[in-house]
T-cell receptor, first 116, second 112 residues
Framework: EAGVAQSPRYKIIEKRQSVAFWCNPI?????LYWYQQILGQGPKLLIQ????????DSQLPKDRFSAERLKGVDSTLKIQPAKLEDSAVYLC??????????????FGSGTQLSVL | GNSVTQMEGPVTLSEEAFLTINCTYT??????LFWYVQYPGEGLQLLLK?????DKGSNKGFEATYRKETTSFHLEKGSVQVSDSAVYFC???????????FGQGTELSVKP
């Protein structure tokens, strides 16, 4: 089966510019996650969708980050304006249902963002 | 709140050496525990998991036991190979909200 697709693979922008990342989850997966992974740290959840509704966005910096999941399939994550500290790998993941006892999370390869 | 702490890396071992990567957690209730692995140039993938106390997860020669009394989930392998070189992440899920909380990762480098 096809995995979680993300694009672009790399992005370099200057601070105060805008950037958008795209994710296509595994077909049939209702739950979609965006994680931020700063170099040397573990992934940190930014936002979790269940179908096209937001379940958890408590750690999303809403003054500059936004995300949507139209029609409950693809998702985009946007940063506007970007700051130096946003340099990280942005990971998209999906699962059939919410991660719990028997649910498995599948990750994409990520988008590596460098803010100069 | 819930959190995961891993031993710092990098860990450098010779082929066929014994591996232990320590992981401890703080959580309310009864979380599920996971080890994820990230090979160079690849995405994170599930290595093994345990869903309740005293469960042992195992895969590809790796194993970890869910120890509630010590709040630990240490990763072990009896004989590592060069192909095991990767970054290993310990994680927990609270089984309610459905999100994973990760440790900071431990880089393993296995030399021939």
């Amino acid at each position: 089966e096809a995995g979680v697709a993300q694009s672009p693979r790399y992005k370099i922008i200057e601070k105060r510019q805008s950037v958008a990342f795209w994710c296509n989850p595994i077909s049939g997966h209702a739950t979609l996650y965006w994680y931020q992974q700063i170099l040397g740290q573990g992934p940190k959840l930014l936002i979790q969708f269940q179908n096209n509704g937001v379940v958890d966005d408590s750690q999303l910096p809403k003054d500059r980050f936004s995300a949507e999941r139209l029609k409950g399939v693809d998702s985009t994550l946007k940063i506007q304006p970007a700051k130096l500290e946003d340099s990280a790998v942005y990971l998209c993941a999906s699962s059939f249902d919410r991660v719990g006892n028997n649910e498995k999370l599948f990750f994409g390869s990520g988008t590596q963002l460098s803010v100069l | 709140g819930n959190s995961v702490t891993q031993m710092e890396g990098p860990v450098t071992l010779s082929e066929e050496a014994f591996l232990t990567i320590n992981c401890t957690y703080t959580a309310t209730g009864y979380p599920s525990l996971f080890w994820y692995v990230q090979y160079p140039g690849e995405g994170l993938q599930l290595l093994l998991k345990a869903t309740k106390a005293d469960d042992k997860g195992s895969n590809k020669g790796f194993e970890a036991t869910y120890r509630k009394e010590t709040t630990s989930f240490h990763l072990e392998k009896g004989s590592v190979q060069v192909s095991d070189s990767a970054v290993y992440f310990c994680a927990l899920s609270d089984n309610q909200g459905g999100k994973l909380i990760f440790g900071q990762g431990t880089e393993l480098s296995v030399k021939p």
